[in-house]
């Protein structure tokens, strides 16, 4: 009797806990020359922790990251951070600021397969005060809806933030048994 009563305290804690628990994002970009990824990007928060996946051709694209806002508003590759050309690259957001991406086929950056990211903490709220700044770059209607890209927060991240929740509050259990 008294055995089941504390472990049923135990699950509501841990539900309480879970419920409160931000799953980390996966956010799939569509890495081609027809999608509209700064409107794309506009649209969503970035959070440390995030996950980032290019999907594309191999091939015929690639994924570069670039060092700077410079680098990127010139489509400068030359002194890249990094490069893949997988077709399924994964990239993890680990700290807050703004990470710099180009597709490394020559002339494309020109054509706008670019993008930029801004992370921010995890525990942030979401970018409602977003400034609407509009970038004086090239025409794209923003208002056709083209965008072929999506989410999934409870894919790989999700679940990977669920196993370590699982195994945190493991481990208090005992503790919390001999409290109640
Ligand atoms: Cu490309």
């Known amino acids: 009797m008294d055995g089941i009563y504390r472990v049923l305290v135990v699950m509501m804690i841990y539900i309480a806990l879970a419920t409160t628990e931000a799953l980390a994002a996966k956010h799939v970009v569509t890495w081609d020359l027809s999608s509209d990824l700064s409107s794309w990007a506009k649209g ?62 020559l002339g494309h950056c020109d054509q706008g397969m670019k993008l930029q990211i801004k992370t921010v903490a995890a525990n942030e709220a979401g970018s409602s005060d977003d400034d609407q700044e509009s970038s004086p770059s090239s025409s794209t209607s923003t208002s056709s809806p083209t965008s072929t890209t999506s989410t999934t927060s409870t894919s790989a991240g999700g679940v990977q933030s669920v196993a370590s929740f699982i195994s945190i509050f493991a481990s208090i259990t005992i503790g919390l048994l001999n409290m109640v």
């Open 44 to 105: 969503r928060t970035f959070k440390v922790g995030d996950q980032l996946v290019f999907k594309y051709t191999s091939g015929l694209h690639s994924l570069v990251e670039l060092s700077g806002e410079k680098e990127y508003k010139n489509c400068d590759i030359g002194n890249a951070l990094d490069s893949m050309n997988g077709g399924n690259d994964a990239i993890k957001l680990t700290k807050p600021g703004t990470r710099y991406f180009a597709c490394g086929t």
